[in-house]
């Protein structure tokens, strides 16, 4: 088999160097009660050394690869490699794992094979004095080296799902923390206890003299923040939405940081379990500065329905009374002097709207603007 293969197949499996696991010691230990040896191993062959996943009778972990005799059974990977003595054995009787501690006189391994044919190591058994094994050991270690592979691969298969799974979570976080306003799920249970089971850090954007932490434990926490002549209603309305499954959709003041009056909106939709609870699911948003656009734009209305509406009124008369009325060459230069007053009151009066309403519009730009960097 091409070893550079095989390495890269028992890296794939993120065993090397792992925990001890009680699936696989009772295993190894099942193989020395059916072959009633001393010593079990479920050993892994790396590059430079043989790595004992689970260990029943011998103290060390580890050994080099040099004197290991479970990569022999990768000449025949479909077999149980024995040796009845090894002191007779030319192959490993100079072994130093022989001739010294754990004075290895008789080894049975079978190999672990993966699906592509690659041989990670071995479920072995060794005795300190010569004997022989029968075929129904020999079976009963091939099933038991079966059972470790399948053991191995739904490890393999568990790990793989739980880094996709972890990854998945790390970009859905990147992208809940990066999204305007707070992402939130918050659960309301029959006791009137609230809780964030999820809330992202968004929350501290807009709301950044609140700690995080806290607030998910205690949802009550948030409505601190909240100005109070809305708090009334923001509180009565989230009981409708529990009451009724209604979704939840208010616009409310809160109380900011810096003293500037604030407008936030919350929508979410609820959902209600069986045991009672009621779950949303749904987001906070800073809309401070929508509320001074859509203001900025109801004062321009009013200023042109209102403040226009006199000098409009003076122009209209003044040239209804020029169609109505066979007026001197001198009354209706008087007029026409009028007219362009008023005329001229008008043009400047709407450069200084534009020009007050251009700066608003820039200002709330640079708001957006900044809080967008800051995001």
Same mark, same amino acid.
């Given at each position: 088999?091409?070893?550079?293969?095989?390495?890269?197949?028992?890296?794939? %499996?993120?065993?090397? /160097?792992?925990?001890?696991?009680?699936?696989?010691?009772?295993?190894?230990? +099942?193989?020395? =009660?059916?072959?009633?040896?001393?010593?079990?191993?479920?050993?892994?062959?790396?590059?430079?050394?043989?790595?004992?996943?689970?260990?029943?009778?011998?103290?060390?972990?580890? +050994?080099?690869?040099?004197?290991?005799?479970?990569?022999?059974?990768?000449?025949?990977?479909?077999?149980?490699?024995?040796?009845?003595?090894?002191?007779?054995?030319?192959?490993?009787? #100079?072994?130093?794992?022989?001739?010294?501690?754990?004075?290895?006189?008789?080894?049975?391994? =079978?190999?672990?094979?993966?699906?592509?044919?690659?041989?990670?190591?071995?479920?072995?058994?060794?005795?300190?004095?010569?004997?022989? +094994?029968?075929?129904?050991?020999?079976?009963?270690?091939?099933?038991?080296?079966?059972?470790?592979?399948?053991?191995?691969?739904?490890?393999?298969?568990?790990?793989?799902?739980?880094?996709?799974?972890?990854?998945?979570?790390?970009?859905?976080?990147?992208?809940?923390?990066?999204?305007?306003?707070?992402?939130?799920?918050?659960?309301?249970?029959?006791?009137?206890?609230?809780? %964030?089971?999820?809330?992202?850090?968004?929350?501290?954007?807009?709301?950044?003299?609140?700690?995080?932490?806290?607030?998910?434990?205690?949802?009550?926490?948030?409505?601190?923040?909240?100005?109070?002549?809305?708090?009334?209603?923001?509180?009565?309305?989230?009981?409708?939405?529990?009451?009724?499954?209604?979704?939840?959709?208010?616009?409310?003041?809160? +109380?900011?940081? /810096?003293?500037?009056?604030?407008?936030?909106?919350?929508?979410?939709?609820?959902?209600?379990?069986?045991?009672?609870?009621?779950?949303?699911?749904?987001?906070?948003?800073?809309?401070?500065?929508?509320?001074?656009?859509?203001?900025?734009?109801?004062?321009?209305?009013?200023?042109?329905?209102?403040?226009?509406?006199?000098?409009?009124?003076?122009?209209?008369?003044?040239?209804?009374?020029? /169609?109505?009325?066979?007026? /001197?060459?001198?009354?209706?230069?008087?007029?026409?002097?009028?007219?362009? =007053?008023?005329?001229?009151?008008?043009?400047?009066?709407?450069?200084?709207?534009?020009?007050?309403?251009?700066?608003?519009?820039?200002?709330?730009?640079?708001?957006? #603007?900044?809080?967008?960097?800051?995001?």
């Amino acid at each position: 088999m091409n070893e550079s293969l095989r390495l890269q197949e028992l890296e794939s %499996f993120k065993i090397l /160097d792992s925990a001890p696991e009680a699936e696989f010691d009772e295993l190894v230990e +099942i193989a020395s =009660a059916i072959c009633d040896t001393p010593i079990s191993l479920l050993s892994l062959i790396g590059e430079k050394r043989q790595w004992f996943k689970a260990n029943h009778g011998l103290e060390v972990t580890e +050994i080099s690869r040099e004197h290991s005799i479970c990569q022999h059974t990768m000449h025949n990977p479909k077999e149980v490699l024995v040796i009845e003595d090894s002191l007779i054995d030319k192959r490993f009787k #100079s072994n130093p794992l022989v001739v010294g501690s754990p004075h290895i006189r008789f080894y049975a391994g =079978a190999p672990l094979e993966t699906a592509t044919g690659n041989i990670l190591g071995t479920l072995c058994i060794i005795d300190n004095k010569p004997r022989k +094994i029968t075929e129904t050991q020999k079976a009963a270690l091939m099933l038991l080296a079966k059972k470790i592979m399948n053991h191995l691969e739904t490890r393999k298969l568990l790990l793989e799902q739980e880094n996709m799974i972890e990854g998945n979570a790390a970009r859905l976080n990147k992208l809940t923390n990066h999204a305007p306003g707070a992402i939130f799920q918050l659960e309301m249970t029959k006791e009137g206890k609230m809780y %964030f089971p999820f809330l992202s850090k968004g929350f501290n954007d807009i709301h950044p003299g609140i700690d995080l932490h806290k607030v998910r434990k205690n949802a009550a926490i948030a409505f601190d923040v909240v100005h109070p002549d809305d708090l009334e209603m923001l509180q009565a309305s989230l009981m409708e939405s529990y009451t009724n499954g209604s979704i939840w959709n208010k616009e409310y003041k809160v +109380i900011s940081e /810096d003293g500037k009056p604030a407008w936030h909106w919350v929508i979410a939709k609820p959902e209600k379990m069986e045991n009672g609870t009621v779950v949303w699911y749904g987001n906070f948003q800073n809309i401070t500065e929508r509320k001074e656009y859509v203001n900025t734009l109801e004062q321009i209305l009013f200023d042109i329905s209102h403040v226009m509406r006199k000098p409009v009124a003076n122009m209209l008369g003044l040239t209804s009374t020029i /169609d109505d009325y066979d007026l /001197d060459s001198e009354t209706l230069k008087k007029h026409v002097s009028k007219i362009k =007053a008023v005329s001229e009151e008008m043009d400047r009066y709407i450069r200084k709207l534009n020009e007050v309403y251009s700066q608003r519009k820039s200002m709330i730009k640079s708001e957006i #603007s900044a809080g967008l960097q800051e995001d």
